[in-house]
């Protein structure tokens, strides 16, 4: 009988002690998301608020952050059952298109989720798209010979937009001329050449002006490397 009680007394205690503990919680489920948003938004923001659910002290050991988000820090790591703690968290779009998603992990003594991920999602929407990105790669450069890179920009606008007061720098030339206007949700082709005159690493640039407000001014890097003409490997070629 005596070994019965002891048992059933150990059994108590395990259970209470089981049901003892602190319990993570963010109000608003384990996701926010922004929805569709422009780049001129970004950083993003929003508070993150953070309940203790259990009925034991939680505490916070870390926050961690992936990239291209910050935040402010907790107001307290130490919550009583019940307590609510909030921080504000920041997502920069960078030149992100389309879907993004970040993360926050959050580490406490929660012992059923002792890491706690909070995603942070939004749908970049921008004026305008570059394929397949805001450059132009020169990738077969000879001394003395045209070499020709392409990149093809999307109007993703229901309004026509006019790109006018074209530059070029390092001798870079274009098949655009004069004011040359990308038809809503239309693309344009810039076909650039240059010819090299001098051996090593090409950089230069391609500017002009925009009638979107959202990118009134925009920047085409353009880069390649050039073989020396007496090389073994260009001779080879």
Same mark, same amino acid.
């Given at each position: 009988?005596?070994? &019965?009680?002891?048992? %059933?007394? %150990?059994?108590?205690?395990?259970?209470?002690?089981?049901?003892? #503990? @602190?319990?993570? #919680?963010?109000?608003?489920?384990?996701?926010?998301?922004?929805?569709?948003?422009?780049?001129? #938004?970004?950083?993003?923001?929003?508070?993150?608020?953070?309940?203790?659910? $259990?009925?034991?002290? &939680?505490?916070?050991?870390?926050?961690?952050?992936?990239?291209?988000?910050?935040?402010?820090? &907790?107001?307290?790591?130490?919550?009583?059952?019940?307590?609510?703690?909030?921080?504000?968290?920041? !997502?920069?779009?960078?030149? =992100?298109? $389309?879907?993004?998603?970040? *993360?926050?992990?959050? !580490?406490?003594?929660?012992?059923?989720? @002792?890491?706690?991920?909070?995603? !942070?999602?939004?749908?970049?929407?921008?004026?305008?798209?570059?394929?397949? %990105? #805001? +450059?132009?790669?020169?990738?077969?450069?000879?001394? $003395?010979?045209? *070499?020709?890179?392409?990149?093809?920009?999307? =109007? !993703?606008?229901?309004?026509?937009?006019?790109? *006018?007061?074209?530059?070029?720098?390092?001798?870079?030339?274009?098949?655009?001329? $004069?004011?040359?206007?990308?038809?809503?949700?239309?693309?344009?082709?810039?076909?650039?050449?240059?010819? @090299?005159?001098?051996?090593? +690493?090409? =950089?230069?640039? &391609?500017?002009?002006?925009? *009638?979107?407000?959202?990118?009134?001014?925009?920047?085409?890097? %353009?880069?390649?490397?050039?073989?020396?003409?007496?090389?073994?490997?260009?001779?080879?070629?």
């Amino acid at each position: 009988m005596k070994k &019965l009680l002891t048992f %059933a007394f %150990a059994a108590f205690c395990a259970a209470a002690t089981a049901y003892a #503990q @602190p319990k993570i #919680q963010v109000a608003g489920g384990d996701t926010h998301d922004w929805g569709k948003v422009k780049p001129t #938004q970004s950083p993003l923001s929003t508070v993150l608020k953070i309940t203790n659910a $259990g009925n034991e002290e &939680l505490k916070i050991n870390d926050v961690k952050v992936g990239c291209g988000c910050t935040t402010t820090g &907790l107001e307290k790591k130490e919550l009583a059952p019940g307590e609510t703690t909030s921080m504000t968290v920041s !997502l920069n779009v960078g030149t =992100n298109t $389309g879907g993004v998603t970040k *993360s926050v992990s959050i !580490l406490s003594n929660d012992p059923e989720t @002792p890491t706690k991920l909070v995603l !942070l999602k939004a749908e970049v929407v921008r004026a305008l798209q570059f394929v397949p %990105a #805001q +450059y132009l790669s020169f990738t077969d450069m000879k001394l $003395g010979s045209e *070499s020709t890179a392409k990149v093809t920009i999307k =109007n !993703l606008t229901n309004e026509d937009i006019v790109l *006018s007061d074209i530059e070029t720098t390092n001798g870079i030339k274009h098949n655009l001329k $004069g004011q040359t206007t990308i038809k809503a949700n239309s693309d344009l082709e810039i076909v650039a050449r240059v010819k @090299p005159q001098q051996k090593g +690493y090409f =950089n230069g640039t &391609l500017k002009m002006k925009s *009638s979107n407000a959202e990118m009134p001014v925009i920047e085409i890097s %353009a880069w390649g490397q050039v073989p020396d003409a007496t090389s073994p490997v260009f001779m080879n070629k």
